[in-house]
């Protein structure tokens, strides 16, 4: 019994018609305020792995604004696993103060180690590892973004069964594996459309690795030119968005797959059947260091709330 078990299935939420399309959005960011959502799916079943083996600590890697960090660091107080966060950037070491998440993952008793981009790049095949596993008994290693095989088993638990009424779900992809995880619960006359949250090529052979069906395609029209930019467009979208339905939205991941969701009924290129589910994974903790760099770059900033 882990606090894991208190993650049940997530409320269903209705947006009005769209051109004829029923929108449907699944509420996982509301599984917890800070941590995201989906980064619990995928943590569940690797605690619960650790919890079994006797792992002593859990380590793994994020830079400064990573959902995945938070996450792992809250499940590690929660599961009583010590943990250490590799963090990219060496000169985070001197204001984790600028970072709410950093603070956060320090709050809830992370050990963050931070290394230079290129020793970062390096992470998984360098002496870093080594070093540590070396020094570390039971050391698990869990790769960035959380994703592997256990990742994937727990979200294959976000679809239900009632979910299978839907023609289409939508979700955002960083690694690939909530994605994974989805197609693998899917009917195979559904259809998953991953939105792609960085210019990330390789993504679908991260997916493939993770599922035999083929009812999925990635979407790259939509990444607002990298992971973590923005524009005017899409922060005005995000505003109306919430004035509308009162759900907010993060600028990383959500955001942008909800813009593209939009644009492509609007440009009538909506192929896939009119009653659509939408993935809300969460990352609303990204909204706050997002608008301190939108008020540096002058441009409007996200305003949820009255
Ligand atoms: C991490 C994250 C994703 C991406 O999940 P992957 O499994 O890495 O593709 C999507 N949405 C939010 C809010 C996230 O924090």
Redesign the pocket.
């Known amino acids: 019994m882990t606090f894991f078990n208190a993650i049940k299935s997530t409320t269903n939420q209705s947006l009005d018609i769209l051109e004829g399309h029923r929108i449907t959005v699944k509420r996982e ?1 509301l599984i917890h305020k800070v941590v ?4 619990f799916r ?1 943590l569940r079943y690797n605690f619960e792995d650790y919890l079994l083996n006797d792992k002593v600590s859990v380590l793994t890697f994020g830079g400064a604004f990573s ?2 960090l938070a996450a792992t660091a809250y499940a590690g107080k929660m599961c009583k696993i010590p943990t250490i966060g590799i963090v990219r950037g060496e000169e985070w070491e001197n204001k984790v103060e600028g970072s709410r998440t950093l603070n956060f993952c320090r709050s809830q008793g992370m050990d963050l180690r931070f290394v230079s981009r290129a020793v970062y790049r390096e992470k998984e095949k360098g002496s870093l590892i080594k070093e540590l596993q070396s020094k570390m008994r039971n050391l698990a290693v869990l790769p960035e ?3 592997n095989e256990l ?1 994937v088993k727990g ?1 294959e638990e976000i679809l239900t069964e009632a979910d299978q009424q839907f023609d289409a779900i939508c ?11 989805l197609v693998n619960s899917t009917l195979n006359q559904q259809f998953v459309l ?1 939105f792609n ?1 960085l210019n990330n090529p390789e ?1 679908s052979k991260t997916i493939k690795a993770f599922t035999q069906k083929e009812n999925w395609s990635v979407f790259s029209n939509y990444t607002f030119g990298g992971y973590a930019k923005v524009s005017e467009e899409l922060i005005v979208f995000m505003n109306n968005f919430y004035q509308q339905y009162k759900i907010p939205l ?1 600028p ?3 955001g942008k797959m909800l813009f593209g969701i939009f644009d492509l009924i609007k440009s009538k290129q909506w192929s896939w059947g009119k009653n659509i589910l939408v993935i ?5 903790q ?1 909204i706050e260091p997002m608008n301190l760099q939108l008020k540096k770059k002058r441009l409007p900033l996200l305003h949820y709330g009255e």
């Open positions: 960011d995201s959502g989906n980064k995928k959902n995945h973004g959380g994703t990742a979200c979700c955002c992809i960083g690694t690939g594996g909530t994605m994974a995880g991953g949250a993504v993060d990383i991941y959500t809300h994974s969460g990352g609303l990204g």
